[in-house]
């Protein structure tokens, strides 16, 4: 079973609309941690915001948040007043707690979700 | 500035052609990896290392070849390559922890023809 699953492989979103992109995520720990990157055109990885099993509060970075439901194993990336630079891969991924052996530092990736900002 | 520095950025080779891509980290982070990305496959881990000379088999080892000699190398070494080895290479670093962010090379695309 995958262990991260982004089911919109491609999105579109208006110039200044807020889009939520998907993840759900597979884990018996109940210590983990879930991240964003954005991926531009250019290749880089770009880390966008973390969030941790147990932190109380969804976290937010600028523009960018995160719809964390711990009981749906979700955790969907928010970006509210989308700008022509979104246009981007974006990927979900998570780090299992650190008792889950050897690779337990692992990060798992999504497949990735490909964001359009149209003007 | 915190970096992770891969080389080179393209490399296209011919089958069977041993090659090594490099990998640089200036943060003095234990834990560095590999991944390469495919198309529709998001990223895959290759191999990792949680400390010098400790290394062992991601997701994806077959083909691949890894040393940790240093705290801040990790080089990545095809001994023989195959087309189906085309792809695009990341390496990555992070403290240990479950929290910390992982930082991530430019990227070296591999041809392989």
């Known amino acids: 079973a995958q262990k991260i699953t982004q089911t919109q492989p491609g999105m579109f979103v208006q110039e200044k609309e807020a889009v939520t992109l998907d993840c759900t995520y597979d884990t018996s720990d109940q210590s983990y941690g879930l991240f964003w990157y954005k991926q531009p055109s250019s290749g880089e990885m770009i880390f966008l915001i973390y969030?941790?099993?147990?932190?109380?509060q969804n976290a937010t970075e600028g523009r960018y948040s995160l719809n964390f439901q711990k009981a749906r194993k979700s955790a969907n990336l928010v970006i509210s007043a989308s700008q022509l630079g979104d246009s981007a891969m974006y990927f979900c991924?998570?780090?299992?707690?650190?008792?889950?052996?050897?690779?337990?530092?692992?990060?798992?990736f999504g497949k990735g979700t490909k964001l359009s900002v149209i003007p | 500035e915190a970096q992770v520095t891969q080389n080179p950025r393209y490399l296209i080779t011919v089958t069977g052609k041993k090659l090594t891509v490099t990998c640089s980290q200036n943060?003095?982070?234990?834990?560095m990896s590999w991944y390469r990305q495919d198309p529709g496959l998001g990223l895959r881990q290759i191999y990792y290392s949680m400390n010098v000379e400790v290394t062992d088999k991601g997701d994806v080892p077959e083909g691949y070849k890894v040393s940790r000699k240093e705290k801040r190398n990790f080089p990545l070494i095809l001994e023989s390559p195959s087309p189906n080895q085309t792809s695009l290479y990341f390496c990555a670093s992070h403290s240990m922890g479950q929290n910390t962010e992982a930082f991530f090379g430019q990227g070296t695309r591999l041809t392989v023809v």
């Open positions: 943060m003095n982070h234990e834990y």
């Open positions: 991924a998570m780090r299992e707690g650190p008792y889950s052996g050897a690779g337990s530092y692992q990060l798992t």
């Open positions: 969030q941790g099993s147990y932190d109380e």
